[in-house]
Structures are given as C-alpha cells and as structure tokens.
C-alpha cells in the first residue's frame, strides 16, 4: 500500500532532528519505503537550496537516504535482469548505468539507439554480403554518427555508461562494441561479442553454416571479427591467435566465441572497478563490487 505523501513529508523533517538515535529510525524508514519517496526528498533538497536552509548536515543526510534508496533499486532491478529468460543486453547496460546516473532517460537512450539503427537499415538491402553490412555499419556509426575511440581519458567511467558514450560519441572497446551489436541485434545481423583478453571486440556469426559448405571445418562458427575501437576494422582468427601468443595465453575456444551478455556486464563492472579503483573513489568500488555479487551468484 503506497504511502501518503504528508506521512512522508513528516518523516523527512525528522532528519533534521539532532538526536543520531531517530535520525537512524528515519532513515531506515525511508530506506524501507523505496522509490516512493524519491520524488518527495528530491522536492525537499530544491526547497532547502532555494531558501538556504542547509545546515548541520541535513543536505548530507537526504543525500546518503537518496542514494542508498537508488542503490537498492539498481541492485533490485539486476537481480531481476539476472533471473530473467531475455537478459537483454541493453537494459543490462541501463541498469549498470543507474549507479551513476540514476536519472538517466532509458527512452532517451532508445530512441538514440533507434535513429543510428534506421539510418543503417536505409543503407543495407538482402544481396549484401557479410563484410558489405559491416562496412555500411562503419561508414554510418563512425564516419556519420560520429563514434569515436576514447584514448585520452580511455579509463575513464564515464566510457563505460552507455548513456555518457551516446552523448560524448566516445566510448572504450566494450562499450562502443555493446552499442555496435545493439543495433546489429535491432536488425537481426548477428553480431556478438567476443570478450578477449584485455580487449573487447565483436565477431559476425557464420549463421548458414557457409565455412562448412566450402569446405572450412572452423568450429568456431565465426565468419571474421571486428574491432569497434578501430572503426570497425576486420580481422580474422589468425589475429587472435597471434595476439594471445603475444600474451603467452593459451588459444582457449572462448577466446575466439561469442560471450553471454552476463559475461559483458561482468566486464563492464570490472572496468568500472578499475576506473573508480584509479581515482581513489572507494564508496563507488564498493557499490561497484556488490553489483558483480549479484551477477557471480
């Protein structure tokens, strides 16, 4: 049963309140609440900043209620995405961008998403062939769009947000691969990622069997890859091998298949890690480290 907003708006005056005792009631109450109360505590900081009333901590008070409530539901919302039959990709990436956008538009980011994939549907027709399709892809993401690599800020967080990557047009090699295979996926043109060691990059699935028609027994089912960091550049098997020999890695069959997009995910927090690792962000790599529970359990 929702709660009345009169109720709320009281609870929300007791944060003021001195004694740390009831401020921690309060503060489990609206925690318990959830998004209900978002709206209502938001309204509260805009009239505290309008009136100046900010003091002994009060703002700092709302604000750790509101993040935590926010936390909860990024965690919520995972959760439910990992339990699902779809795990969509996309609204994976959204979730994952709540943490530090938690206002982010999700129709914004779709709508965004759609004009890019429309804008490669007038270009393709049935007769072209697998690298034709690519090349459209690139010419229309890179050279139309705009989409670049990110090199100097490369492990920056925002890079991995793909709500920061459509509005800045640069991204890392995972994201801007999410954002290259979304829209492959919209068009049904199967393109997967392919989660490489300390790289990420997209392989074009071999969906009619046709190495196997000429006679090319690759168990790998993958007609060549691409490098969405490079704009798109082309390259086969023989490159991956070469680059995990450059690694002393072993030339591991998952080295050269499309991942689960659970596996992206894990990437993308692992990133995240890092980039919230580097700049001393401690609170973040925690909250970061919660969300790859849910996912590892």
Request: proline share 3%; net charge negative.
């Amino acid at each position: 049963m929702k709660t009345d907003t009169s109720q709320i708006t009281a609870l929300i005056r007791l944060v003021e309140d001195p004694d740390p005792n009831v401020y921690g009631h309060v503060k489990d109450r609206l925690v318990q609440l959830g998004t209900e109360v978002v709206p209502t505590i938001e309204n509260t900081l805009d009239q505290w900043s309008q009136q100046l009333r900010f003091n002994d901590g009060h703002e700092d008070r709302l604000q750790t209620i509101l993040k935590e409530i926010q936390f909860n539901e990024v965690k919520h919302d995972l959760l439910k995405w990992r339990e699902s039959s779809t795990r969509d990709l996309l609204k994976g990436s959204i979730i994952i961008s709540r943490f530090q956008f938690p206002d982010i538009d999700e129709k914004k980011v779709d709508r965004e998403l759609e004009a890019i994939k429309q804008k490669v549907w007038l270009e393709i027709n049935e007769e072209n062939t697998a690298f034709e399709i690519v090349k459209i892809f690139n010419h229309v993401i890179f050279d139309i769009c705009g989409f670049q690599s990110s090199k100097s800020d490369f492990y920056a967080a925002e890079n991995s947000y793909i709500n920061q990557v459509i509005s800045s047009k640069k991204g890392n090699p995972l994201s801007l691969s999410i954002l290259y295979s979304v829209i492959a996926q919209r068009l049904q043109i199967p393109i997967y990622g392919v989660n490489l060691p300390n790289h990420f990059v997209l392989g074009f699935v071999d969906e009619f069997q046709t190495l196997k028609m000429l006679g090319m027994h690759d168990d790998r089912n993958i007609l060549f890859y691409i490098n969405p960091f490079s704009k798109g550049r082309i390259f086969d098997h023989n490159e991956i091998e070469n680059y995990l020999r450059s690694l002393n890695l072993p030339l591991q069959k998952n080295y050269f298949e499309p991942c689960s997009n659970t596996d992206i995910l894990k990437r993308m927090l692992t990133n995240l890690t890092y980039a919230y690792q580097k700049n001393g962000e401690v609170e973040k790599v925690d909250g970061i480290k919660e969300l790859q529970l849910i996912l590892e359990s």
